[in-house]
């Protein structure tokens, strides 16, 4: 699980563990994808669309990996925006808004808080 969170590009599927868990993170890992450029995606639209009621859903995020459900969506928003990053192709703040966040300002603290480095530093180690 450190390695998941420290990892720009450790993939979420890595965590699971039984077949009903490795279903279930499938399951969610598609519908943070499906729906990570919405800056209002949060732990109540992803209760919903898995059918779940929020405390639920936070118990078995929980559970399995450790993470709130907020902190696994801001971990897949920062782990697609270093996949995006690293291909060269976008401007910093083009990533930031394709990966849901508002502002660039807070895109930028939120991936040096989880990866030790500002998202230039990153471009510049890729």
């Known amino acids: 699980m450190k390695h998941y969170s420290s990892s720009p590009l450790a993939h979420i599927k890595s965590i699971g563990h039984a077949k009903p868990d490795e ?7 598609k519908v943070i994808y499906d ?3 919405d800056p209002n995606l949060s732990v109540e639209v992803l209760a919903e669309i898995m059918n779940m009621s929020r405390s ?10 450790n993470l709130s459900p907020n902190e696994l969506i801001n971990i897949t928003r920062l782990k ?10 976008y401007k910093i ?20 808080k989880q990866f030790n480095m500002t998202p230039t530093e990153y ?3 890729y």
């Open 123 to 125: 471009i510049n180690k």
């Open 80 to 89: 697609k925006a270093a996949e995006l990053l690293k291909t060269g192709d």
């Open 23 to 29: 279903s279930f993170i499938k399951s969610l890992d």
């Open 35 to 37: 729906n990570l450029s």
């Open 93 to 112: 703040y083009e990533v930031s808004e394709m990966v849901g966040y508002n502002s660039q300002t807070s895109f930028g603290r939120n991936f040096q």
């Open 56 to 65: 639920t859903l936070y118990r078995k995020i929980k559970d399995l990996s």
